[in-house]
């Protein structure tokens, strides 16, 4: 999910679990980061729902470092 807004998807509006990836990335005006789901009120109605700071950072870093390894193997090869 990539809102572009802080909080605009709720629980309302998502069935039962139902699994959420939420990559937005916003900042309030008090300097909390928060992602475009309102996880409160998702949460209870998701099988599984990622946080924001602090969910898919580590996955897309991991899957960066694993990336590169591959494209570093690959150069070696040839």
């Known amino acids: 999910m990539a809102a572009g807004r802080a ?3 709720t629980g309302d509006m998502v ?3 139902v699994v959420v990836i939420d990559v937005g990335m916003n900042r309030l005006p008090t300097g909390k ?5 309102d996880f409160a009120s998702v ?3 998701a099988r ?12 897309t870093i991991a899957m960066l470092m694993r990336n590169t390894h591959r ?5 070696l090869s040839t």
């Open 48 to 59: 599984a729902i990622t946080p924001v700071p602090g969910g898919v950072g580590p996955m």
């Open 7 to 9: 909080g605009v998807v």
């Open 33 to 37: 980061v928060t992602g475009d789901v």
């Open 15 to 17: 069935r039962e679990g």
């Open 71 to 75: 494209a570093a193997l690959r150069q």
């Open 43 to 45: 949460a209870p109605r």
